[in-house]
């Protein structure tokens, strides 16, 4: 079955984006360093050489995506590597929902690098950045892939900022679908705070993390924010859990924003049950440039394709609105 996240994802928002008449730019930083910082260096070793071992396999498998089918679950070890390569993808997965291709490697590094870029580029004193780079990335941890995500962008991007000099910097992800990935690489630190609303985890994905009493362990207490909202929640609960979400961030005092700008809070996604419209999207991007802070937008999940663009190009118009005194 095809996937729901595509390249041509990435084309639509950029196709968009230049119809607005924005500058597009190819990424100019290189992010390994700080996928070093992010993600565990096997972890990494594994991504990058994956999909050549899949092919020193079997010639065949040049027609064939891996998929993991055996996973290190409680009572198992996860801490010694296999030898075996579909061993090793569960070792590395939390799904099977997130295959591995020809490019993988190349597209989930270069996304990265786009991060790094648009930090490079509110260093120079642009008030916004928006890394359009495809696949996602917050679910991915410091080990393991999931959601079709495989390098955590929006971490990148944190630990750039935390390298400028920001000594505290606030994520936030408006994705449907939980950023258990970025919850699980800050969750006991006290100088990034994550804060996430998204659609129940007792009944959308990712399941396992996501849960309103996750608030963040040792130097992290009271530096993690959940916000689950039941599917079908309407559009008035939604920005009501977003006042909640940013009136947590004003009280941390960052220096900086990142925004996992999940898309998929659209009405028509086609794996989310939110009711966002476009002008929805447009409200969002005001109510993120009230709070007056650099920020670096990264693309993250949105399947309803057609209107891709239009809703990516929506937040960014309310973004660049001009900042009153009132509510926006």
């Known amino acids: 079955m095809p996937c729901f996240e595509t390249p041509e994802r990435a084309a639509i928002v950029h196709d968009a ?57 409680r009572t198992l070890r996860a801490d010694v590597e296999p030898d075996n390569f579909i061993a090793q993808l569960g ?53 393991f892939m999931g959601g079709y995500c495989f390098l955590n962008h929006a971490a990148v991007a944190a630990e750039a900022l935390r ?55 040792g130097a992290g207490a009271g530096f993690n924010l959940n916000l689950p909202l039941p599917a079908g929640s309407s559009v008035a609960d939604w920005f009501s859990a977003l006042d909640t979400a940013l009136a947590r961030i004003a009280a941390f005092r960052p220096e900086a924003l990142v925004v996992s700008l999940g898309l998929d ?9 939110f009711a966002l419209q476009s002008e929805d999207f447009r409200r969002l991007g005001r109510c993120l440039r009230h709070q007056r802070l650099p920020t670096a937008f990264i693309l993250e999940g949105g399947y309803a394709v057609a209107a891709l663009g239009a809703n990516a190009a929506s937040v960014i118009d309310g973004f660049e609105e001009p900042v009153s005194g009132g509510r926006p």
């Open 17 to 73: 984006l230049r119809r607005r008449g924005d500058e597009l730019r190819v990424p100019d930083r290189d992010s390994t360093s700080y996928l070093g910082r992010v993600h565990a260096p096997a972890y990494l070793a594994f991504l990058e050489t994956a999909w050549a071992r899949w092919l020193s396999l079997d010639t065949a498998n040049a027609e064939r995506q891996p998929f993991p089918s055996v996973w290190p679950v």
């Open 91 to 143: 070792l590395y997965s939390f799904d099977n929902g997130t295959p591995i291709s020809a490019g993988t490697w190349r597209a989930a590094k270069q996304a990265a690098d786009a991060a790094v870029s648009a930090v490079a580029r509110l260093g120079a004193g642009e008030a916004g950045v928006f890394s359009a780079g495809r696949p996602p990335g917050h679910h991915a941890g410091r080990d």
């Open 163 to 217: 390298d400028t000099g920001c000594r505290r910097v606030a994520i936030l992800d408006v994705d449907y679908h939980h950023g258990n990935g970025t919850q699980s690489l800050f969750y006991d630190r006290a100088d990034v705070l994550f804060v996430s609303i998204h659609g129940d985890p007792r009944s959308e994905y990712p399941f396992y993390l996501g849960h309103a009493d996750e608030i963040g362990v």
């Open 265 to 273: 809070t659209y009405a028509g996604d086609p794996i989310s049950r």
